[in-house]
């Protein structure tokens, strides 16, 4: 199970953290990656990491604002937002493909991924 924290309301340039617990199957042996969504719109690659966290991918949109993290000791995956803006608006999910390793192209499919948490919702606004 993947259980997603730490959205709310940020203003234009603001930082938020996202976290990201994990817990039976969806556990450190597994890749973990970030997607988004807003109304309307399919789910959108945000970033990806391996299962030790040494390997992380990101989207081109990110342009460096974002980083993806993992503490395995404590089960959780974190999504670091910096520099936000009204763009960043939507509901962020973590997810789970089953693997140890975030492969390419496979990761940027929402399709691909067996296990999902609830959904966080990132509103950037004034």
């Known amino acids: 199970q993947l259980q997603a924290s730490g959205g709310g309301l940020v203003q234009p340039g603001g930082s938020l953290r996202l976290s990201c617990a994990l817990s039976g199957r969806t556990s450190s042996n597994y890749a973990i990656a970030w997607f988004r969504q807003v109304p309307g719109k399919e789910r959108e690659f945000v970033a990806s990491l391996n299962w030790n966290g040494r390997m992380t991918y990101y989207a081109d949109f990110m342009k460096g604002r974002f980083t993806i993290s993992r503490d395995n000791a404590k089960d959780t995956v974190y999504l670091q937002m910096n520099s936000l803006n009204p763009e960043d608006t939507a509901v962020y999910y973590c997810?789970?493909?089953?693997?140890?390793?975030?492969?390419?192209?496979?990761?940027?499919?929402?399709?691909?991924?067996?296990?999902w948490g609830q959904g966080t919702l990132v509103t950037v606004s004034s």
């Open positions: 997810a789970a493909d089953g693997y140890s390793e975030s492969y390419y192209p496979d990761r940027l499919f929402s399709y691909k991924y067996k296990y």
